[in-house]
């Protein structure tokens, strides 16, 4: 089994590379490669925004007659992803960079502008000095002065991360928190004296009413005590009185109690039935006989009589 991927390969003894014929290829052929946008651009058919590092499937070309210390420059073809139109750019390998051709406009160029602009006074400035020593001189002392205010500066800037350097942060932020509690307690405090000095004054407005309840109150007890009370006076009752009222109740209910007839056919037997029903009341009287006391009430006497009827009966 071969291998996948070959390292040696095999010549054999009568070899000669000189009769493989050779492709005849153009020198300006294209390839499909695949790169990013090397800058922002803004396309002018559209106008649409093509930020730094979109992808693209783009082609690639080698520019003719023209070459920078013998390295090749490169042209490359892509399209506006909105419109579709074509955008040209190439390398740049003096400035490694790249430069816009046509199909857009580069955007954000102020710090390669700035970075020409540099170059360019320094360029002038040598062609100065070349021909004129008092401009050397000059420009000697204003680097001078220059370098001596950078110098100031930097110092300035050195004593004050000094001084932020002694400060304790966290100090500051212990005496803050300090602080707060301190303000907490001292407004706790505060409303605890409010509340105690309106608890104070609510309790003085209570004492004068307080004073004329009490200077009103022995009328009422007078008038209380002028009236009688149901509940005394029957305790005040003698105990024969409501002694002779429990038995009258009792001989109440007794002359409720009717007894049932029963018929007989024998007139023995009738008669023995009149006897008991006459018996009755006979042994009722004997057995609850009704006090004569010289304090009975009027319902005692009523309950009596009563008695005496039935008995008659």
Same mark, same amino acid.
């Given at each position: 089994? +071969?291998?996948?991927?070959?390292?040696? *390969?095999?010549y054999p003894p009568d070899f000669d590379p000189s009769k493989i014929? =050779?492709? *005849?290829?153009?020198k300006d052929r294209q390839y499909v490669v695949r790169l990013m946008a090397p800058f922002n651009m803004r396309c002018? &058919?559209?106008?649409?925004?093509?930020?730094?590092? =979109? *992808?693209?499937? !783009?082609? =690639?070309? &080698?520019?003719?007659?023209? !070459?920078?210390?013998?390295?090749?420059?490169?042209r490359f073809y892509i399209k506006c992803t909105r419109c579709l139109a074509e955008i040209t750019f190439k390398t740049d390998p003096e400035n490694t960079d790249y430069t816009m051709e046509h199909g857009a406009t580069r955007n954000f160029q102020a710090e390669k502008l700035l970075e020409e602009e540099e170059k360019r006074v320094q360029k002038e400035r040598e062609d100065e000095e070349l021909n004129n020593p008092m401009k050397v001189l000059e420009n000697r002392t204003k680097d001078s002065k220059l370098e001596m205010e950078v110098l100031a500066n930097l110092q300035e800037l050195k004593d004050l991360n000094q001084r932020q350097a002694h400060v304790d942060f966290e100090a500051m932020l212990r005496q803050h928190r300090l602080s707060q509690e301190q303000w907490r307690q001292q407004q706790e405090e505060e409303d605890e004296l409010e509340t105690a000095a309106l608890l104070q004054e609510a309790h003085h407005r209570r004492l004068p009413d307080d004073s004329d309840s009490e200077d009103e109150a022995p009328p009422s007890r007078l008038q209380a005590a002028a009236r009688p009370n149901p509940a005394t006076s029957l305790h005040k009752v003698p105990k024969t009185k409501r002694k002779a009222e429990a038995l009258c109740g009792k001989a109440q209910l007794a002359g409720l109690v009717v007894p049932k007839k029963v018929k007989t056919e024998a007139k023995g037997g009738s008669e023995q039935v009149k006897v008991s029903a006459a018996g009755a009341p006979e042994n009722r009287k004997t057995a609850n006989p009704t006090p004569q006391t010289s304090g009975a009430s009027s319902l005692s006497q009523l309950g009596a009589y009563r008695d +005496?009827? #039935? +008995? #008659?009966?």
């Amino acid at each position: 089994m +071969s291998e996948r991927k070959v390292l040696n *390969k095999y010549y054999p003894p009568d070899f000669d590379p000189s009769k493989i014929p =050779k492709l *005849k290829l153009p020198k300006d052929r294209q390839y499909v490669v695949r790169l990013m946008a090397p800058f922002n651009m803004r396309c002018k &058919t559209c106008g649409e925004y093509i930020y730094k590092g =979109k *992808k693209f499937n !783009a082609r =690639k070309e &080698t520019v003719q007659n023209e !070459a920078y210390l013998g390295l090749s420059i490169f042209r490359f073809y892509i399209k506006c992803t909105r419109c579709l139109a074509e955008i040209t750019f190439k390398t740049d390998p003096e400035n490694t960079d790249y430069t816009m051709e046509h199909g857009a406009t580069r955007n954000f160029q102020a710090e390669k502008l700035l970075e020409e602009e540099e170059k360019r006074v320094q360029k002038e400035r040598e062609d100065e000095e070349l021909n004129n020593p008092m401009k050397v001189l000059e420009n000697r002392t204003k680097d001078s002065k220059l370098e001596m205010e950078v110098l100031a500066n930097l110092q300035e800037l050195k004593d004050l991360n000094q001084r932020q350097a002694h400060v304790d942060f966290e100090a500051m932020l212990r005496q803050h928190r300090l602080s707060q509690e301190q303000w907490r307690q001292q407004q706790e405090e505060e409303d605890e004296l409010e509340t105690a000095a309106l608890l104070q004054e609510a309790h003085h407005r209570r004492l004068p009413d307080d004073s004329d309840s009490e200077d009103e109150a022995p009328p009422s007890r007078l008038q209380a005590a002028a009236r009688p009370n149901p509940a005394t006076s029957l305790h005040k009752v003698p105990k024969t009185k409501r002694k002779a009222e429990a038995l009258c109740g009792k001989a109440q209910l007794a002359g409720l109690v009717v007894p049932k007839k029963v018929k007989t056919e024998a007139k023995g037997g009738s008669e023995q039935v009149k006897v008991s029903a006459a018996g009755a009341p006979e042994n009722r009287k004997t057995a609850n006989p009704t006090p004569q006391t010289s304090g009975a009430s009027s319902l005692s006497q009523l309950g009596a009589y009563r008695d +005496s009827e #039935d +008995s #008659d009966n």
